[in-house]
T-cell receptor, first 113, second 113 residues
Framework: ETGVTQTPRHLVMGMTNKKSLKCEQHLGHNAMYWYKQSAKKPLELMFV???????ENNSVPSRFSPECPNSSHLFLHLHTLQPEDSALYLC????????????FGSGTQLSVL | GENVEQHPSTLSVQEGDSAVIKCTYSDSASNYFPWYKQELGKGPQLIID?????GEKKDQRIAVTLNKTAKHFSLHITETQPEDSAVYFC????????????FGKGITLSVRP
């Protein structure tokens, strides 16, 4: 596989569920990102990892918990979400933070009931 | 921080006509301006970018122009085709270790056959 792969493509969960989103990049990049995309809004940067270390958390609620075990994999663990968290969650990677162009995956469309 | 505005929010053109999408930015330190295209069910894909040391860049039917004095940049698509129909995002950042890419809200381009 090439590029940035995200699974699952679609996810429906209740407010009491726990689920995880997975992202894998095959580009040899060192930086990985989580973005939230809601209708009629700009892409919102959530978390940034550079060489596996978290370098940015944009005031994201603790019900979203990222994990980056290595430079190729990124997870977003979800628990006790709210209906307003329904959105497209995009993963991206770049060569390094600030000096690389982000390449995006296709996203996970999340619906919270 | 940086603020990126896109106008209009929707644009409809006849196949074969040209389309122009405009963005403005607020931070004079920004020096890197990518454009992304997002098709239905896919993540944003980089289509062209420009750095502040040039005023214009072309790639086949697409071109981007930059006016640093006025702090605006534009995407030009000539000879539009139905497959150009998508959401287009502009973004701005300063190119460096601590930079952050700020996106506009996106514009939906519809090309009528």
């Amino acid at each position: 596989e090439t590029g940035v792969t995200q699974t699952p493509r679609h996810l429906v969960m209740g407010m009491t569920n726990k689920k995880s989103l997975k992202c894998e990049q095959h580009l040899g990049h060192n930086a990985m990102y989580w973005y939230k995309q809601s209708a009629k809004k700009p892409l919102e940067l959530m978390f940034v990892y550079n060489f596996k270390e978290q370098t940015e958390n944009n005031s994201v609620p603790s019900r979203f918990s990222p994990e980056c075990p290595n430079s190729s994999h990124l997870f977003l663990h979800l628990h006790t979400l709210q209906p307003e968290d329904s959105a497209l969650y995009l993963c991206a990677s770049s060569q390094e933070v600030g000096t690389g162009i982000p390449f995006f995956g296709s996203g996970t469309q999340l619906s919270v009931l | 921080g940086e603020n990126v505005e896109q106008h209009p929010s929707t644009l409809s053109v006849q196949e074969g006509d040209s389309a122009v999408i405009k963005c403005t930015y607020s931070d004079s330190a920004s020096n890197y301006f990518p454009w992304y295209k997002q098709e239905l069910g896919k993540g944003p894909q980089l289509i062209i970018d420009i750095r502040s040391n040039v005023g214009e860049k072309k790639d086949q039917r697409i071109a981007v122009t930059l006016n640093k004095t006025a702090k605006h940049f534009s995407l030009h698509i000539t000879e539009t085709q139905p497959e150009d129909s998508a959401v287009y995002f502009c973004a701005a950042s300063s190119y460096g270790a601590n930079s952050k890419l700020t996106f506009g809200k996106g514009i939906t381009l519809s090309v009528r056959p």
